[in-house]
């Protein structure tokens, strides 16, 4: 089970901070990762971070501005939202992937999230 935070109303150019944390029943190991999901707009890759921490990736339209990152007990990811933009509005979930390795493809991930609602006023 995945339990996802931090969501919230900020203005254009904030910060926000997300949490993910992964409870019992997830795989032994796995990657995390971020996805989102706008009004009328199809879900859509934002990052990723392996099991170890070591490799991320990001969705071209937030590298730079967001970050990526989980915890020395492997059980939390977070991401870090800087710069935020009116077109990061949407519904921020979080998910796990059995393995390592991160992945920009939704279909490999297994356990979702509730979504966290982020809303960025121009």
């Known amino acids: 089970q995945l339990q996802a935070s931090g969501g919230g109303l900020v203005q254009a150019g904030g910060s926000l901070r997300l949490s993910c944390v992964a409870s019992v029943g997830t795989f032994s190991t796995y990657a995390m990762g971020w996805f989102r999901q706008a009004p009328g707009k199809e879900r859509e890759f934002v990052a990723a971070?392996?099991?170890?921490?070591?490799?991320?990736l990001y969705a071209d339209s937030v590298k730079g501005r967001f970050t990526i990152s989980r915890d020395g007990a492997k059980t939390t990811v977070y991401l870090q939202m800087n710069s935020l933009k009116p077109e990061d509005t949407a519904v921020y979930y979080c998910a796990t992937k059995s393995g390592s390795l991160p992945s920009m493809v939704s279909q490999g991930y297994r356990y979702w999230g509730q979504g966290t609602l982020v809303t960025v006023s121009s």
């Open positions: 971070i392996s099991w170890s921490g070591g490799s991320t």
